[in-house]
């Protein structure tokens, strides 16, 4: 099975090599401690060109990425030269073959759910009021919460995620791709998307958040998570027996079955019923 562990993009020591074996607390840094822990894969928070840093600026700034300008363009922030295109590319292809050559596997958390700035997206510029969805008083819709939702139920949208995807897939030799809010995307769109990436890599991972958000596109065609029966081999995070394990960071009264909230058992059934198992155990996370 399995076993992601989650990471931030910093630049930084990779850790290996005989000087970096151990720490003064006997703890092995960098892939060797990933490696310790047992995981094979790792995924790291989005890497595509993001427009809340300035490239130009040292040391540069900081930002978790869910701002994209540019989805097949690796994030020249992280590069040892932003002001040199090749850097970025070269060397993002170069941290994803030294992942490999130590047996570990990349999984790239992708957000084609919005653009940074929906006016100035090149989408837009090239064919406006396309490639975003907008409400019936005309305007944008706003199911992500940050200003704009892409609309991937339309052609051309869809060609440019699969497109994007298979870029990462065929250049950077990704491993395997998790969704950022999913649930704004239709069905068909993320179905296309995972038989894409399993045709490429048998083994590869594809799992997403199914948040069922207010987007301007009809409930049923989303790819949520009451949806998760139409998209057997995609993986879903699972907001509900999280919830019921551990607590839910929104009700700090709800502590959750391991810490001592017993009253909720009686929902473990109901909960069991909704995990789904996709390729490769993917299935609904937690």
């Not at 999913?182 to 594809?206: C, N, P, Q, W």
């Not at 989303?222 to 019921?244: I, Q, S």
């Not at 109901?270 to 993917?282: E, H």
Request: hydrophobic fraction near 35%; glycine fraction near 10%; proline fraction near 6%.
């Amino acid at each position: 099975m399995p076993i992601t562990r989650a990471v931030c993009t910093r630049k930084g020591n990779s850790g290996h090599g005989p000087k970096w074996e151990k720490n003064r607390e006997a703890v092995s840094p960098g892939l060797t401690y990933i490696k310790d822990l047992g995981a094979t894969h790792v995924q790291i928070l989005p890497l595509q060109d993001f427009g809340s840093v300035d490239e130009t600026e040292y040391p540069p700034a900081y930002n978790w990425g869910y701002d994209p300008i540019h989805h097949f363009v690796p994030e020249g922030s992280y590069a040892g030269d932003p002001l040199d295109p090749t850097a970025k590319v070269k060397e993002c292809w170069q941290f994803i073959n030294h992942l490999h050559a130590h047996g570990l596997r990349l999984v790239l958390d992708v957000v084609y759910n919005h653009f940074y700035n929906a006016e100035t997206s090149p989408l837009s510029i090239l064919v406006p009021g396309y490639f975003f969805r907008f409400t019936d008083s005309g305007e944008l819709s706003n199911g992500t919460g940050v200003g704009n939702d892409t609309a991937s139920e339309r052609g051309m949208m869809r060609k440019y995620i699969l497109d994007s995807l298979k870029h990462w897939m065929d250049f950077y030799h990704v491993d395997g791709f998790r969704f950022d809010l999913m649930g704004i995307h239709d069905i068909e769109t993320i179905r296309l998307a995972e038989e894409l990436v399993s045709e490429r890599k048998k083994d590869s991972l594809f799992y997403g958040e199914g948040w069922d958000l207010d987007t301007s596109l009809p409930p049923e065609q989303r790819a949520t998570l009451d949806h998760a029966g139409e998209l057997p081999a995609v993986g879903f995070f699972n907001d509900g027996v999280r919830d019921f394990s551990k607590g839910s960071h929104m009700d700090l009264a709800n502590p959750g079955f391991v810490n001592g909230g017993g009253e909720n058992a009686a929902e473990l059934p109901f909960l069991s019923k909704r995990l789904c198992t996709g390729r490769n155990g993917a299935g609904s996370l937690v």
